[in-house]
């Protein structure tokens, strides 16, 4: 079975600043794919970002990008200029094969003005 | 982007009644949905998986006859929480995906909030 590692519960990023959210998973299957998703105050799941496992090339959107680690099994999200609309809990998720996805326990992030 | 809705989106029960929650793929057929339940301040967990058509397939400790599920068409999928007590009271979502590739990206709900008096 797959497990997803958040060992941070909360982080803090002034405005405009860079923040970095480490995520670690463990699996024995060699295709698979990682993600990010934001929750922010209305609970609604939106992705940020998925990164296929055999794929080198970290995947990047506008002001997201990953540091896609395979053989160490990290998976750590970047953001740059950090906006107050970024406050939110981030997941870390995983899917391999069987399709279901195994979320980490989440980071709540906050954005300082 | 693809669109799911829920609905109610908040809903408040005694004990003991049974409620209903659907999820809706607005605009793409949605051959796997997927029922979660969150608590406050805390990760996803997945209840069941349910595929067009088939029984749903229930995850380790959640209880299939209390909480059923129906996938009757490609674009709804039920959930009823049967004798609602309040350690049901949660945040439950869904979500749902299309096609038969296991990787193809799952849409989520916007939630509904249950709360059982």
């Known amino acids: 079975a797959q497990t997803v590692t958040q060992s941070q519960p909360e982080m803090s990023v002034q405005e405009a600043e860079t923040v970095t959210l480490s995520c670690t998973y463990d699996?024995?299957?060699?295709?698979?794919?990682l993600f990010w998703y934001k929750q922010p105050p209305s609970r609604q799941m939106i992705l940020v970002i998925r990164q296929e496992a055999y794929k080198q090339q970290n995947a990047t959107e506008n002001r997201f990008s990953v540091n896609f680690q395979k053989a160490a099994k990290s998976f750590s999200l970047k953001i740059s200029d950090s906006q107050l609309g970024d406050t939110a809990m981030y997941f870390c998720a995983f899917t391999g094969a069987n399709s279901k996805l195994t979320f980490g326990k989440g980071i709540t992030l906050s954005v300082r003005p | 982007g693809a669109v799911v809705s829920q609905h109610p989106s908040w809903v408040i029960c005694k004990s003991g009644t049974s409620v209903k929650i659907e999820c809706r793929s607005l605009?793409?057929?949605?051959?796997?949905m997927f029922w979660y339940r969150q608590f406050p301040k805390q990760s996803l967990m997945l209840m069941a998986t349910s595929n067009e058509g088939s029984k749903a397939t229930y995850e380790q400790g959640v209880e299939k006859d209390k909480f059923l599920i129906n996938h009757a068409s490609l674009t709804l999928s039920t959930l009823t929480v049967t004798s609602a007590h309040p350690e049901d009271s949660s945040f439950y979502i869904c979500?749902?995906?299309?096609?038969?590739?296991?990787?193809?990206?799952?849409?989520f709900g916007p939630g509904t909030r249950l709360t059982v008096l």
């Open positions: 605009d793409f057929q949605a051959t796997t």
């Open positions: 979500s749902a995906r299309s096609g038969l590739n296991p990787y193809n990206e799952q849409f």
């Open positions: 699996t024995s299957e060699s295709n698979y794919y």
